[in-house]
Every structure is written in structure tokens, then in C-alpha cells.
């Protein structure tokens, strides 16, 4: 079954640290580009970071630069997700997702296209609270 | 940044129409994803227009311009839910979604 499993949330003090971790199954998770988002109680769905299948690349949101980590090890198909110096508004439940992959018949290779991503976990919930 | 209304409401077998804006939406794909309560988000329609494989055919999307619609035909009760935009910025390596819209059919 093609899926991705989210765990490592709970409760942690204000400045404290938590290591997410997603881990993926049914699919050749090295060939993806790969996504967390996150989702505070109530609200919308706000992109935190993505990085390369080779992570060579990283990006991060301006709201959590600085103070969280993607990494990825593809030997264990796992992406993870290091966040430090945690606020109150850091509470949200944490999705992993993954890129979209496309074949090309034509040059016999694959390709990213646009960028979004097509799979979501069922989230791991991140409280920050004293 | 990529703008929603914050809902729309529609009567079953009626279409609903949710906007999508963004300065950026000219330059960059965007894609939809249906969010139930208390569920997952899940992609409707990938690159604009693309529908993934097991989303119904009375989901479809569309641009022009700054701005991108989701269409639902023939609305079902079923399809309540929050609704998300999400794209790239210029550059294609930070992306946004819009506020959401919440869908009611009734």
C-alpha cells in the first residue's frame, strides 16, 4: 500500500526541541522530491519546508528558518523534520507529502513537473505549551 | 500570496466555483487539494487542470490570468469540505497555500 506514516508529535515546552519523522512505503521514495506542512488548530494549511531527492536542495518557510531541519535517508525510505527553539504558534498538526513524479515515454526518464505534491500522511500533532 | 473566499455555498446538483488569486498564478501551476473534517488533505487537480486518477470527472479547474477557479459539477452533499490553492513563488522554490474556502451543499 502506497502511504506515508507521521510520527514523533506530542506535547513540549516553549524552547524545547522534537524530532518529526515520516516514513514512506509502496512507492520509490528516493525519486521524490518530499514536503511538511503543518495546520494549527482551526486554521489553514501553511507549506513549511521541502527538500531534493538527493537534498541537495532545502527550502523552509520564513516562519520556521533557522530553527527547523529537513533531512531525509532514503535507505530507510524516512523523511524527518528537526524543530528547535519551538513557540505557541508552532502548535499544529505536522503532514509530510510527497512530490509529484512523472514518467516521460519520450526521453525515457522521470520528471518532477510542477512541484506539488500528490500523497499526504494523516499528521502528527505538535503542541508547544508550558 | 494566494487569495480564497473564506466560503461558498451551493445547492446539490448546482455548480460551485472557488477562485484562487495570485500575481504569481501566470508563471506557476497550481494545484487543488479537498480537506474533510477531520481528514487528510487529498489532491483534486494537479498543473492548473490535470485531474488525478479516482477524483471524479465533476472536479475540474482552470486559469486565466491571476486567476484559477475549481469547479465541482452537479455538487454533491459529499463534496463539503475546506478547500485549498497552493502554489509556488516566482522562483518555484517556496510555495503558499490560500486561506481555504469552506464548500457547503445544502
Known amino acids: 500500500e502506497v502511504q506515508l506514516v507521521e510520527s514523533g508529535g506530542g506535547l513540549v515546552q516553549p524552547g524545547g526541541s522534537l524530532r518529526l519523522s515520516c516514513a514512506a512505503s509502496?512507492?520509490?521514495?528516493?525519486?521524490?522530491?518530499m514536503t511538511w506542512v503543518r495546520q494549527a488548530p482551526g486554521k489553514g494549511l501553511e507549506w513549511v519546508a521541502n527538500?531534493?531527492?538527493?537534498?541537495?536542495?532545502?527550502y523552509y518557510a520564513d516562519s520556521v528558518r533557522g530553527r527547523f531541519t529537513i533531512s531525509r535517508d532514503n535507505a530507510k525510505n524516512s523523511l524527518y523534520l528537526q524543530m528547535s527553539s519551538l513557540r505557541a504558534e508552532d502548535t499544529a498538526v505536522y503532514y509530510c507529502?510527497?512530490?509529484?513524479?512523472?514518467?516521460?515515454?519520450?526521453?525515457?526518464?522521470?520528471?518532477?513537473?510542477?512541484?506539488?505534491?500528490?500523497?499526504w500522511g494523516q499528521g502528527t500533532l505538535v503542541s508547544v505549551s508550558s | 500570496e494566494l487569495t480564497q473566499p473564506p466560503s461558498v455555498s451551493v445547492s446539490p446538483g448546482q455548480t460551485a466555483r472557488i477562485p484562487c488569486s495570485g500575481d504569481?498564478?501566470?508563471?506557476?501551476?497550481v494545484y487543488w487539494y479537498q480537506q474533510k473534517s477531520g481528514q487528510a488533505p487529498v489532491l483534486v487537480i494537479y498543473e492548473d487542470s490535470k485531474q488525478p486518477s479516482g477524483i471524479p470527472e465533476r472536479f475540474s479547474g482552470s486559469t486565466s490570468g491571476t486567476v484559477a477557479t475549481l469547479t465541482i459539477s452537479r455538487a454533491q452533499v459529499e463534496d463539503e469540505a475546506d478547500y485549498y490553492c497552493y502554489s509556488a513563488d516566482s522562483n518555484g522554490n517556496h510555495w503558499v497555500f490560500g486561506g481555504g474556502t469552506k464548500l457547503t451543499v445544502l
Open positions: 507529502a510527497r512530490g509529484t513524479l512523472f514518467w516521460d515515454s519520450r526521453s525515457g526518464k522521470w520528471y518532477r513537473g510542477g512541484g506539488g505534491v500528490d500523497l
Open positions: 509502496g512507492f520509490t521514495f528516493p525519486r521524490h522530491w
Open positions: 504569481v498564478l501566470p508563471k506557476r501551476y
Open positions: 527538500i531534493k531527492e538527493d537534498e541537495s536542495e532545502k
